[in-house]
């Protein structure tokens, strides 16, 4: 790697007063230096590098500035560099202060590198202190679902972001905080057609929260009515019978024959975890056998060809179809499991993600097969 | 010292009152009408009289003299209309609150948070009476002068449920609880919102379902009746298409175009109409028609597959009442269906089944309703229908018997 003396120079270029063309080969050489592991590492001994690269990012020159995010945006990929980052270059309130702005340039990349920030426990924690002190996730979710809010910037990286916060309870706390009107904001956006990351963010989000079996009763309840927003995505255009209709959840009452469902098998899992997360209460599992999920379930088995999906889908099945657990487990996430029990469970769960890994290998080649049997030129 | 004095007042204070067990003071209030005395002095008032007329109420007119007087500034004036609103609408008056609140805001003051009540108050009033648009422009308006205004917002929100703008309830919400993140109405008013907005989804999808589902039997009516052959023919009238033109709807294959569903409606008012039955039968409402009578029947379920025999002989079980010479006998009558373009009366086989004979080439079901004529072979009425028309008969044309 560089020397120290090689350091000092690079850094020397890394003023606002510098050339703009010095300025630029110095921060395309870091952008390059960033893109490998090794480099990463180098420059995590370097705080005054990375400092001064963040001060770049006011720079006038756009070239410089995108080039200085695309740098943070890789430095942030490596968790050994959070450190730096946060503590000693101290990045997020500057971040957060220029997400905020309607018109800043670069939101979607400070999005990228939140989200990245907040992807392993410990970083995340700190990040989120500094949110609720600086910008209150109030605004950030605000900012999330209002559409149009940067014309600069799509913002569907707040999706994963708002994910990632989640993992931490003071945050899913916040978001389902009954006195306010959080959570329920984001549920429209299970359905949004537009970006994949913003998807998969918010049902990613929804399952975190549906961990606190908790608030399951309010989620399922008129003030938020979660339910709806997870099955519609899992529901089909098949026409059901006038009786299974009448049973369902108004949104899903009626769908036109040009319903198409969820194209990421990701989410569709995520999705039927989050259901199967909701079934963990008695009370849950009732209110989804009334709200006749099961017929939905049914069509979707039908259409759903991954085979990791449909193990899901069949558990999801199994609990909705079976008999109510004996007393004293009704409430599934906090019964004890003994010992040898969990370990063996443990055995199965990894066997059956192997042979679950083969069907879809299996499949994933039958189809390309078939296809280029149809692709090959004449 | 105490005892003395209280000795000499006491000897004026019988005396005193000892003059009232005699006499009655003047201006005194009758037991009768107290009531309506003490209603009328301004400080008792229940309440106030619709107009204040200041020969009857002369303090009344004096105090309103005060409170309404020009010269005050017009914060103060704006501020006593307001309280005048506020009791009228107490009352449930709201008319009255209307008339005082936009009195206080021609004053056009200068103290913008009165002016936000104002607005919102005379929204509350306007909403109380129904005034469903007027009210939301104050709610808004309201807003304007304060985005905060915690009232504006409720109103303007529940006056767009009322007018099941529930989209726009649900921004009116959203933006109120942006300033007020936790006040209860605003959350309870954007879920009430949000759960009629979806249930006015679903009626919009259902509705469509079942229309899609009418159009689909439809099709699947005019393409029963096309396969076998038959000919329907809209009455002259009726050329235009109907409200539920087919053509309008892009999905209708141009089979369906050709044949206009008006070809079916009946310009008799049956409210019977063709229909594929369970076994996959059209069933037909058909008329009979008795020209010499100037009779007909009709029967509202003839299928297809029956001849005409098997009806005859029920319907002719017993002679109608207008059959005075006894003669309608089954076995007797003779049925034609008339060919109306080339004027030619067509005899029909009663063995034959209804659909054979609306297979017919020159048969055209008119109005959705076939309709045959029965006449009593031989009778003298029967010769003279058919003298001097072309017959086809049975067997082929015919001429004259």
Request: hydrophobic share 35%; net charge negative.
């Amino acid at each position: 790697m560089l020397s120290d003396s090689e350091v000092a120079e690079l850094l020397s270029f890394l003023t606002p007063s510098t050339r703009p063309d010095v300025k630029g080969q110095a921060t395309e050489y870091i952008l390059g230096l960033s893109g490998n592991r090794d480099g990463c590492r180098f420059l995590h001994s370097k705080p005054d590098l990375i400092a001064a690269l963040f001060a770049l990012t006011s720079d006038p020159s756009i070239a410089i500035v995108k080039d200085c995010y695309h740098i943070f945006i890789n430095l942030s990929a490596d968790e050994t560099l959070h450190q730096v980052l946060v503590k000693d270059v101290k990045v997020v309130p500057v971040l957060f202060k220029n997400l905020l702005d309607p018109e800043y340039l670069f939101s979607d990349q400070i999005c990228t590198i939140l989200s990245n920030l907040t992807r392993h426990e410990k970083t995340c924690k700190i990040l989120f202190k500094v949110l609720q002190e600086d910008v209150g996730m109030a605004q950030l979710v605000q900012i999330f679902c209002t559409e149009g809010y940067n014309k600069n910037a799509k913002l569907h990286y707040l999706g994963p972001l708002l994910s990632n916060l989640t993992q931490l309870p003071e945050a899913r706390n916040y978001l389902m905080d009954k006195d306010r009107c959080v959570v329920q904001r984001l549920l429209p956006f299970t359905q949004y057609q537009s970006s994949v990351v913003r998807r998969g963010g918010v049902i990613g989000t929804l399952r975190n929260c549906c961990f606190d079996h908790a608030h399951h009763k309010w989620l399922l309840s008129d003030a938020v009515d979660i339910l709806p927003f997870l099955l519609l995505p899992l529901a089909g255009p098949e026409e059901l019978t006038e009786e299974e209709n009448e049973g369902l959840p108004v949104d899903l009452q009626y769908l036109p024959e040009d319903k198409k469902r969820e194209e990421d098998p990701d989410i569709r899992k995520m999705l039927l975890e989050t259901l199967l997360l909701l079934t963990a209460t008695k009370a849950g599992r009732q209110m989804l056998k009334e709200k006749n999920v099961y017929p939905i379930m049914r069509e979707f088995h039908r259409w759903e060809k991954d085979a990791h999906v449909t193990a899901a889908c069949e558990k999801l099945v199994q609990v909705l179809i079976g008999d109510e657990p004996e007393e004293g487990m009704e409430n599934l996430m906090e019964v004890e499991i003994p010992q040898d029990v969990e370990e063996k469970l443990k055995e199965a769960d990894a066997k059956e993600q192997e042979e679950l890994e083969k069907e879809e290998e299996k499949r994933k080649q039958a189809e390309e097969e078939t296809c280029s049997n149809k692709c090959t030129p004449s | 010292m105490a005892s003395t004095v209280h000795s000499d007042s006491d000897d004026g204070m019988d005396a005193f009152m000892d003059k009232f067990k005699t006499q009655r003071y003047k201006n005194a209030f009758s037991e009768n009408d107290w009531e309506e005395e003490f209603n009328k002095i301004p400080m008792f008032m229940k309440n106030a009289p619709e107009e204040i007329d200041p020969q009857k109420y002369p303090e009344l007119a004096c105090l309103q003299s005060i409170i309404h007087d020009e010269d005050r500034p017009p914060e103060e004036q704006a501020k006593s209309l307001k309280d005048e609103g506020n009791a009228y609408f107490k009352e449930k008056n709201y008319q009255k609150a209307v008339v005082a609140y936009t009195a206080g805001l021609k004053k056009k003051c200068a103290d913008q948070d009165l002016n936000a009540v104002l607005l919102t108050n005379r929204a509350a009033s306007h909403f109380y009476l129904g005034n469903m648009r007027s009210a939301l422009n104050d709610a808004a308006a309201a807003k304007k002068l304060k985005p905060d205004h915690l009232k504006a917002l409720i109103r303007g929100a529940q006056c767009c449920i009322e007018l099941r703008h529930f989209s726009e309830a649900i921004q009116w919400c959203e933006d109120g609880l942006k300033v007020h993140p936790t006040d209860k109405k605003l959350r309870e008013l954007r879920a009430a919102a949000d759960k009629h907005k979806r249930a006015a989804e679903r009626d919009a999808r259902k509705a469509k379902a079942k229309e899609k589902k009418l159009h689909g039997e439809k099709e699947a009516l005019l393409n029963a009746i096309k396969d076998r052959g038959i000919k329907l023919v809209q009455p002259a009238r009726a050329q235009r298409s109907g409200s539920d033109s087919e053509d309008e709807d892009e999905r209708s294959p141009a089979a369906i175009a050709e044949l206009s569903l008006d070809g079916l409606s009946s310009q008799e008012v049956t409210g019977a109409q063709v229909f594929v039955d369970e076994q996959g039968s059209l069933q037909w409402p058909v008329l009979f028609l008795y020209p010499e009578h100037q009779q007909s029947d009709f029967i509202s379920a003839f299928c297809e597959n029956s001849c005409f025999t098997d009806h005859l002989g029920v319907m002719f079980e017993e002679l109608p009442p207008w059959d005075a010479d006894r003669k309608y006998l089954p076995q007797n009558l003779q049925l034609y269906f008339e060919d109306e373009e080339k004027e030619t009366l067509y005899r029909v086989d009663p063995e034959m089944s209804l659909l054979k004979i609306l297979q017919h080439k020159r048969y055209f079901v008119k109005a959705g309703t076939p309709s045959f004529i029965v006449l009593v072979k031989g009778s003298s009425y029967c010769k003279q229908f058919l003298s001097g028309r072309k017959i086809h008969g049975l067997g082929g044309l015919l001429t004259m018997l």
